[in-house]
């Protein structure tokens, strides 16, 4: 079993910063890469950021030069700290990642895991 937990959402003013975190955990071998996606109300979940292994990193257009991906190998975490945050921010913001793991007997080399998701809202 694998799992993703999120924590760091929150509501926060416009213009203001927060720092998402996800730690992995369960049977994993490797990661080979993890992100995060968003998704506002009545809108469909969208990229936001990823880095692979090798600690190369993609983000949406929307979100460049305020967000920054960063990972902690040895703590099999992913964080995204968030600046200069927009009402139109305002989301359930999802972790996943790509890990090789072993699930009961079977070694499963590409295995795509998600969090539960955690709130952000900017607002005043």
């Known amino acids: 079993q694998v799992q993703l937990v999120e924590s760091g959402g929150d509501l926060v003013q416009p213009g203001g910063s927060l720092r998402l975190s996800c730690a992995a955990s369960?049977?994993?071998?490797?990661?080979?890469?993890m992100g995060w996606y968003r998704q506002a109300p009545g809108k469909q979940r969208e990229l936001v950021a990823t880095?692979?292994?090798?600690?190369?990193?993609n983000s949406a257009d929307s979100v460049k030069g305020r967000f920054t991906i960063s990972r902690d190998n040895a703590k099999n975490t992913v964080y995204l700290q968030m600046n200069s945050l927009k009402p139109e921010d305002t989301a359930v913001y999802y972790c996943?990642?790509?890990?090789?793991?072993?699930?009961?007997?079977?070694?499963?080399?590409?295995?795509?895991?998600w969090g539960q998701g955690t709130l952000v809202t900017v607002s005043s």
């Open positions: 369960g049977s994993i071998l490797s990661i080979n890469y």
């Open positions: 996943t990642a790509e890990v090789s793991a072993v699930i009961g007997d079977v070694l499963d080399r590409y295995l795509e895991v």
């Open positions: 880095i692979t292994s090798d600690d190369s990193t």
